[in-house]
Every structure is written in C-alpha cells, then in structure tokens.
C-alpha cells in the first residue's frame, strides 16, 4: 500500500523568544586586518565587499560574481595556499532586516593546513527566475574544489540554492519529491500536535498520523552517469555492512565496481531546522544523538561554539574535565569501530566485538559514574560541566587507564599481522594526499595520507596546547594504514589522559557567570538570587550577540564543526552542523572505483561512518 | 493459515500451543537491523556483558525472512518508513515488533517535519520501550514481557486471549 498521505504541518510556531531583545539583527561588518586579507583585497580590490576579522575568524564578503575567480586565487596562490574547502552552508536571512539585500547567502570555510589558517567566505546569492517563481543561484565551485559536491547538494536540498555549474544537481538528503526546501524560513517546522487531552474526539488528534508522506525510497530511476550495460546492485538502506541505514547504489563490471552513488537521508533527523528553534542551552541534548558513538565531542564542540561567541571564560577543571571526557569518548568511538570493521571484513569476526565492547563498556561505565547516561550524555554543557566528578571516579579512570594499553596491544597482535587480514586491507581503498586534500576530507581519512593536521594541537582548544602527545600520520593512504593510524591514536588518547587526570586541578566545574551557566542545585535552597537566575535561563535562555562563527573540533572522525548565525536572540538563527561523516563518506565511490565489490564494505568500515551525523 | 485453524480446541491443540510457544519464546531471532542512537544500545544487548543469548535470541539475521522480531531501535524518518514498511512484510508470521525507545515509540524528541511519530503508524507494534535511549536491561526487559506475550499465543484462529499482560505474567528470565 503506498503511503501517499500528503504533509500536515503544525500551525503554530513557537516563539522565538520570550523576550525578544529589540529587533534581530544582521551580522555587523568585520574589523581588523591579517596579511591573508590584505592579499585577497589587494587582487580583488573593490569586489570584496568587506574584509577583516569577526570573533577571530578572518573573514571575505565577495561579489558574487567573483566567487570562483576567488577560490581559485586562495587555492593556486603561493602565499595563500588554502588547499581545502571544509564546508559550505547558508543562511535564509528573510527574518531580519534586509534593507534590499540578499535573502539568501552561502558560506564556505577555507582551510590551509600547510599554513594553518582559516578563513569564512561569504557571498550573496543572485536571484534568478525559474517558472513563475524567483530561486537563489551561484556559481558552483565543484571544478575547484572537488569536495564541494556534497555540501552544495545538501544547501540546495535544504535551502534550495542553485549553484550553476553544479555537475550532479539532484537532492541528497530529503526524498526526491519533497515539496519544500525545509530550512527557509517559511518552510513549517512540521510534526505533529501533542494531543493533551484524553478524548479521542478532540481536534488534536486529526494531527496524528498524517506526517508520513509518499517517500519514494527506492528511486526506480538510475544514477546519472551509471549504464545499463553494466549490472547495478543495490546496497542497503538495510544491509547488515553500511553502518546503518545507508542506501549505495553500485555499478559493477563482473565483480569490479565501476562507480557507487550514495543514497543518504534514510535517518534524516531535522537537526539544523530543530536547532532553529530551540534556545542555545537545550540544544546540547540534540548533539547527542548526531554521532551517537561519541556524543561528548558532539557536546564539546558545539559548546566551544556558543561559548566562543558569548566570549566565556571556562574554569581549568572544566576544561581538564572536558578533554577527559572526549579522549575517552574517541577511545570509545575507536573500539566500536575496530569491533564493526573486523566483523564486517571478516563476516564472521564476532570475538572482537566481544572484546571490544568489553573494554568500550567500561567506558560507558564512567559516563555513567560521571553524568548517569551512557550514550546520549550531555555532560558538557555551556559554561562547563554538568556537574563535578564523582570521588570514585579518578580511582576508576586509573584502572582502566592501566587495563587499556595492554588490550589495544591484544587487539593488534589478534590482526594485524594475520595473512587474511592483510590481503583484504592494504593497498585497499586508496587515497592520495592531494585528492583527500580536495575532497575536503578530515581526521584518520586525511591523517592516513600522510597529511600532518590535528586540531587539537594546531587550533587548540580546551586546553590541548599544555598536553604533549603526538599526531601519528601514514603515507599509504590505505585501509590498513588507517586501521593502524586508528590503534596508535587510541594509544595516544591514553597519553593524553595519563597527564589530565595526574593534574586535574581542584576548582569550579563550571563558569560562574549566572547569566549563562545554571546555578548549583544546592544554591537554590538558600538564595534569591540563584532561584531567578535559574528561572530566567531556564524560561528565557540567554541571548547571543549578533554575529557568526566558525568552530571545528578533532572528533574520533574528523573535524566537526557547528555554524551558528546569531541575530540577537535567545536561539540560534541558523544552525549547521559540519559532519565529519559526510564529507568522508563523498570519498567512498574515489576509494572504490576498480575494485571487487567486497571491499566496499571494507572501504565503508574503514571511512568510520555514523549515519546520524551524515543525514542529521 | 493452515489446517491448525480448522481443528477445534481441546487437548491436543492446547499441548501443542504450550510446545510451540516454549519453542518460540526461547527462540526469538532479531533482525539485524538498526537505525540510530537506540542501535547502539541493542547492539550493546547483544554482547558479553548483557548476553542476549540467555533469551536465545544472539542470532541476530539480516534477512528479514529469517528474523521472527523486529526491534526498530531509532527514529524513523519519512524517507525510511516505506523501507520499514517493506521489510516488515518481508518477514513470516509468527512475527512480532519492539518499538525501542521514544523515538520509535512516539517521536521523542524530533517533532519536526522529517521524523515519523512513533513507528506504529505503519506497522503494528507489541511492546514499547521507553528511553533515550533505552538501558539494554529495558530491552531485556521487554523482552521478558514479549515472552509473557508469546506464551499465550495459540496456533488456532480466532482463540487469541485479548485481555492485557498482568505483571505477574512478566517472568524475568530463569524464574
Ligand atoms: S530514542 Fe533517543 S537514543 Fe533512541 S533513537 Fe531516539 S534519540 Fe536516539
């Protein structure tokens, strides 16, 4: 039975904020001078519209019309060098007040790691006309860099902006009949009614049900690109190998694949249209379940975002907590993947996984201790921690501190020198330098060929420059070097934990400014002051400037970065979300081009998916 | 579905429930399948430490025409409702479904417009287990009560007991 129900959406909309401070605003100008910007303003002269810094990000407003011309100088220029593009996103700007400017605008970040420099471009969209209606369009810059692809597909699945030149222009995320583009801002939120009453003749109920539209899951039409000469099989949404609902349509030469078209939004979520409209605070809950593997990271990085905008100073043990909390969590994250990755490869592998959750559970243990969650945590929250560790924690951490290095060892000798082991991994899905540079790929994928960048040691956070330990690198940009580069930096993450926990320095767990984090329960009962503080944070929230930043953190798979645009209020205006996933998961049809249809799978556990944060 | 319908109650039929039942509630196979956060906590079920294999259900198949239960553990999006809908009827009867955790209960926290609320409104559910995600000994707990469910099944049409479990019904594993 097709489930063709057309969408019914909420008819009202929650508040925007309980108190609007004044009117929303755009972002203010950017100030200041780098010698980066110099150079750019120097070549383009009056085509960039401003230049200079905002919260510590350099950053380019262009014409449009030099967008390309732009990221060609930043790429091929000696002194600049920014050899990849990290993210595009956008903003509906229709909220605020305009003034004849642009609706619609694109962001992109550029990184140099040869350099180690960021920088946030930004231009406006053109309007065009399509039919009898206007769409937003500019120029695609897919021949520059190859990474782009993705994250143009998503703005315009989401966002609906047209970039011109756009090689494979489809929806990635949203089912390919979807009638909106759900993050402008006239697009509903969606859902459903929360019947409160108990009588089922109520009109609350007519909601019920009716959010399932005719999704057409399986899209009958093939790939572009793919011909019917060849045999095309189909990969998932359920298939016991893709990690979760991944859907790959792959093209196969006899037993060789001859390209693979990723199919994505089976688990899309909602998360940057939910984040909209939720105050800053309460969004620390969502980034849980985005990569559900390591939801601390997820924590810390969108709190080191808001908490960089708000220019919040984080007491020493938060921050010692904090970097505790997210090596365990990459220790976590690595475990489970060596665990699904070796049952994946070998079919039958069930040992390691046993083993390996083993260990991950004691982990999940000390979560457990610290914040009584395991895996959707929340323990890092704006301003700090939840709440202090517990007594026996440290003694618990040091157990396991010392169990650790032994196990990681056990695993290795369980494979890695195994002949089976071998001949499925090494010299399979290879990645050079210069294209994993181009696809914009981050973490293990871009450390396993040999491209030496970590952000917790060039773009510090948390406290990271007082830590020593190093960045393994491999120059075989193949499966195995990556499986190897993973085990060492588990090894490293112990490192990094031996000195946090030797020198976790006594303290407040969380900053004591009252109008951002919440007071300590025990406070309530004895002052005034404290009751308000947590009345007004917990109705209102807090409100952040106007503005917009930047910010990426070393997640276990990559750099996860949160956009947030901010006009003034007590919620985010925009919200993005750079996945690490996503971005990884474009290299999966490079990885596995000419090779046997096996190694997909091998390919898939060595990229390290988790399809909450590709979908979102 | 066969010539079990036609036979009237009595001695034999109801010896022969109490055998199948036995079978199949110590016999539950899961399908292999998981969608978000709650999979995790599945998975975690099924390894050493929970050790679902006390319920005989470690064989996780990952064809659904092998699998008796479906555990949706996760948010259900528009795009995969008909993919669940579909390997839903690619499974064979006797089947049953645990809607684990809130999201595949009732939505959880993803009212908006891409997130189905609650997987019983395409497929029929048995036992709904409540958390973000659920601990895996809620799981097992619902297991138990799936068991209870089971155990009064009976293989004649039209003979289904209709009355709620009791909790006493509810033995948790080995009592
Ligand atoms: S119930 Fe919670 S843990 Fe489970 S899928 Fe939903 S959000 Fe994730």
């Given at each position: ?8 959406f909420?008819s009202?909309e929650?508040?925007r904020?309980?108190?609007?401070p004044g009117?929303p ?21 009056d ?14 407003y ?18 600049l ?24 605008q ?13 920088l ?12 009898n209606?206007?769409i ?7 021949s ?30 949203m ?37 399932i539209?005719a ?9 572009p ?11 998932g949404?359920?298939?016991?190998s ?7 349509v ?10 693979i ?36 990271s997820?924590?810390?990085?969108y ?5 960089s905008?708000?220019g ?20 976590a ?7 699904t ?7 039958t592998g ?13 982990i ?8 009584g969650?395991?895996?959707?945590v ?5 301003g ?8 026996a ?5 040091k ?21 089976l ?43 990271y420059?007082?830590y ?35 020198n ?5 767990y ?17 002052s ?5 503080h ?10 952040v ?46 990885l596995?081009?000419?090779e ?8 898939i ?12 | ?15 022969l429930d109490?055998?199948?039942?036995w ?6 196979w ?19 430490r ?15 025409r ?21 390997i ?5 009867a ?12 009732a ?22 287990v409540?958390g ?16 209870a ?7 004649g ?19």
């Amino acid at each position: 039975m097709p489930l063709d129900v057309a969408p019914v959406f909420r008819s009202y909309e929650t508040q925007r904020t309980l108190n609007p401070p004044g009117i929303p605003a755009l972002a203010p100008p950017p100030e200041g001078e780098t010698e980066d910007l110099q150079r750019i303003a120097g070549r383009f002269g009056d085509d960039i519209l401003a230049a200079g810094l905002h919260h510590g990000n350099q950053v380019v407003y262009a014409r449009p019309g030099q967008l390309k011309a732009l990221a060609t100088f930043l790429r091929d220029d000696p002194q600049l060098q920014y050899e990849t593009l990290i993210d595009v996103t956008s903003v509906d700007r229709s909220e605020l007040p305009l003034d004849g400017e642009a609706r619609f605008q694109t962001i992109y970040q550029f990184r140099s790691y040869s350099r180690n420099q960021h920088l946030t471009v930004v231009t406006d969209c053109l309007s065009g006309t399509e039919g009898n209606g206007t769409i937003p369009h500019v120029d695609s810059l897919t021949s520059i860099y190859r990474g782009a692809e993705w994250p143009e597909r998503e703005v315009f699945d989401l966002m609906g902006i047209r970039f011109d030149g756009h090689p494979d222009p489809r929806r990635i995320l949203m089912p390919k009949n979807w009638p909106n583009h759900p993050l402008q801002k006239q697009a509903p939120l969606g859902g459903e009614e929360v019947p409160f009453t108990f009588t089922w003749d109520d009109p609350e109920f007519e909601t019920l049900g009716t959010q399932i539209l005719a999704a057409e899951s399986a899209a009958p039409d093939l790939p572009p690109g793919m011909s019917r000469q060849n045999m095309v099989i189909n990969m998932g949404p359920h298939h016991p190998s893709t990690h979760g609902v991944l859907r790959l349509v792959v093209e196969l030469d006899g037993e060789r694949v001859v390209s693979i078209d990723p199919d994505l939004g089976f688990l899309h979520s909602g998360f940057e249209k939910t984040g909209e409209n939720k105050r800053y605070k309460d969004f620390v809950y969502y980034t849980d379940r985005m990569d559900y593997l390591s939801s601390m990271s997820n924590n810390l990085g969108y709190c080191l975002t808001v908490e960089s905008m708000l220019g919040l100073e984080i007491p020493e043990r938060a921050q010692v907590i904090r970097v505790i909390m997210a090596e365990l969590q990459r220790i976590a994250s690595h475990l489970f993947w060596l665990a699904t990755h070796v049952l994946d490869v070998s079919g039958t592998g069930m040992s390691l996984l046993m083993y390996a959750t083993r260990e991950r559970e004691r982990i999940l243990d000390l979560f457990e201790m610290a914040c009584g969650a395991r895996l959707t945590v929340s323990y890092i929250r704006i301003g700090g921690v939840w709440q202090d560790l517990p007594d026996a924690f440290v003694t618990e951490l040091k157990d396991f501190l010392r169990l650790i290095p032994q196990k990681i060892s056990e695993y290795e000798a369980m494979v890695t020198e195994a002949p089976l082991w071998q001949e499925r991994l090494k010299g399979v899905g290879h990645v050079s330098a210069e294209d994993a540079l181009a696809m914009g790929l981050t973490g293990p994928m871009l450390r396993g060929s040999g491209v030496d960048w970590d952000l917790r040691r060039d773009r510090p956070y948390s406290g990271y420059e007082g830590y020593t330990f190093e960045v393994p690198t491999r120059d075989s940009g193949d499966c195995y070097g990556r499986f190897t580069l993973r085990l060492e930096e588990m090894r490293q993450s112990v490192r990094i934990l031996e000195q946090a926990v030797d020198n976790l320095p006594t303290g407040l767990y969380k900053s004591n400014n009252r109008k951002v984090a919440l007071p300590p329960r025990a406070e309530l009962d004895v002052s005034m002051e404290a009751l308000i503080h947590h009345f007004k944070l917990m109705t209102e929230g807090f409100h952040v400037e106007p503005g917009f930043f930047y910010h990426g953190i070393e997640s276990s798979k990559g750099e996860l970065g949160f956009f947030i645009y901010s006009d003034g209020s007590a919620k985010p205006y925009r919200l993005h979300v750079h996945g690490p996933s996503f971005n990884n998961l474009y290299a999966i049809d490079h990885l596995s081009r000419g090779e046997m249809l096996s190694d997909v799978v091998t390919n898939i556990g060595s990229i390290d998916i988790v399809l909450g944060e590709v979908d979102r | 579905m066969g010539i079990e319908e036609k036979v009237p109650e009595g001695i034999l039929t109801t010896s022969l429930d109490s055998v199948i039942n036995w079978g199949r509630a110590n016999s539950t196979w899961p399908l292999l399948f998981g969608l978000a956060c709650c999979a995790m906590e599945m998975i975690a079920t099924g390894t050493a430490r929970h050790d679902i294999a006390r319920y005989g259900s470690e064989l996780f198949r990952a064809s659904p025409r092998q699998a008796d239960l479906m555990i949706v553990s996760g948010r259900v999006s528009n795009k995969m409702a008909p993919v669940i809908k579909r390997i839903y009827d690619q499974m064979l009867a006797p089947k049953w479904v645990i809607a684990m955790g809130i999201c595949a209960s009732a939505g959880g926290p993803f009212n908006n417009y891409a997130i189905i609320q609650g997987v019983d409104k395409i497929i029929p559910v048995d036992v709904y287990v409540p958390g973000c995600p659920p601990r895996p000994e809620s799981l097992l707990y619902a297991m138990d009560m799936l068991r209870a469910k089971q155990r009064r099944e009976t293989i004649g049409a039209g003979r289904k007991v209709e009355e709620p479990l009791a909790v006493e019904e509810i033995t948790p594993l080995g009592v």
